[in-house]
C-alpha cells in the first residue's frame, strides 16, 4: 500500500491477556518507529528501528513490553500481561532514513491501534 | 529533559482568519522540528520540517518559522478554511543517535464556518 498500515485498528482485551500490534511500513522505509498516545497526552517514543535493529529502546515502559523487526519490514510490538495502564492508541511510524541521516526524511504515521484492556 | 509546550492548547476561529501556533522547547540543542496535523481518529501527517539551520519553510497557507536559540517555533495558517480544523503537534528531535522525536500535547483547532 501507499501508507503506513497497523492492525487491528481496535483491540479489546482482558488484563493478563497478551496482545500483538502489528505495523506494515511503507516499502523501502528503512527507519521504523513506535509511539504511543494516551488520553489527554502528548506522544511518548516507545521504540525505534534502524532496519531490523533497535538502537533505541529506551521508551518501553516496562519489560512486559517488546518489539521485534523481520526482513527490514514489518514489525509487531508485543504487551505481555495487560495491564488497565496500558490502554491507549499505539501509533507506527516510518521514514526513508532516520531523522539525524537525512535532511527531508519526514515521518510517516499510520492510523493507530486504540487498544482497550478492561 | 526536553519538553515541548504548545500554546493555546484550543483555539476556535472564524473561517478565513489568519492564525499563529506557537510551540516552545527547553533544549535549544535540537537536529530538526516538524509540525504535524491530526485529524480525529487517525494518524499523523506531516506538514512541515524545519532543519535546525534553516529559519522557516512554507507549504501552501502554511509558514513553519524556527528560532532554535529562544527555543521557539510558529506555525502561521493564512485564510483559514473549516477543513484546517485537526489538532497540531509540534515535534523536536535532539538527534545524536537518539532517534525519535519528543512532541508536544498539541493544539485543538477548530474553523467555525
Known amino acids: 500500500g501507499a501508507g503506513v498500515s497497523q492492525s487491528p485498528s481496535n483491540k479489546v482485551t482482558e488484563k493478563g491477556k497478551d496482545v500483538e500490534l502489528r505495523c506494515d511500513p511503507i516499502?523501502?522505509?528503512?527507519?521504523l518507529y513506535w509511539y504511543r498516545q494516551s488520553l489527554g497526552q502528548g506522544l511518548e517514543f516507545l521504540i525505534y528501528f534502524q532496519g531490523n535493529s533497535a538502537p533505541d529502546k529506551s521508551g518501553l515502559p516496562s519489560d512486559r513490553f517488546s518489539a521485534e523487526r523481520t526482513g527490514g519490514s514489518v514489525s509487531t510490538l508485543t504487551i505481555q500481561r495487560t495491564q488497565q495502564e496500558d490502554s491507549a492508541v499505539y501509533l507506527c511510524a516510518s521514514s526513508r532514513m532516520g531523522l539525524t541521516a537525512s535532511y527531508n526524511s519526514p515521518l510517516h504515521f499510520g492510523n493507530g491501534t486504540r487498544l482497550t484492556v478492561t | 529533559k526536553q519538553e515541548v509546550t504548545q500554546i493555546p492548547a484550543a483555539l476556535s476561529v472564524p473561517e478565513g482568519e489568519n492564525l499563529v501556533l506557537n510551540c516552545s522547547f527547553t533544549d535549544s540543542a535540537i537536529y530538526n522540528l516538524q509540525w504535524f496535523r491530526q485529524d480525529p481518529g487517525k494518524g499523523l501527517t506531516s506538514l512541515l520540517l524545519i532543519q535546525s539551520s534553516q529559519r522557516e519553510q512554507t507549504s501552501g497557507r502554511l509558514n513553519a518559522s524556527l528560532d532554535k536559540s529562544s527555543g521557539r517555533s510558529t506555525l502561521y495558517i493564512a485564510a483559514s478554511q473549516p477543513g484546517d480544523s485537526a489538532t497540531y503537534l509540534c515535534a523536536v528531535n535532539l538527534g545524536g543517535g537518539a532517534d525519535g522525536l519528543t512532541f508536544g500535547k498539541g493544539t485543538h483547532l477548530i474553523i467555525q464556518p
Open positions: 516499502s523501502g522505509h528503512t527507519a
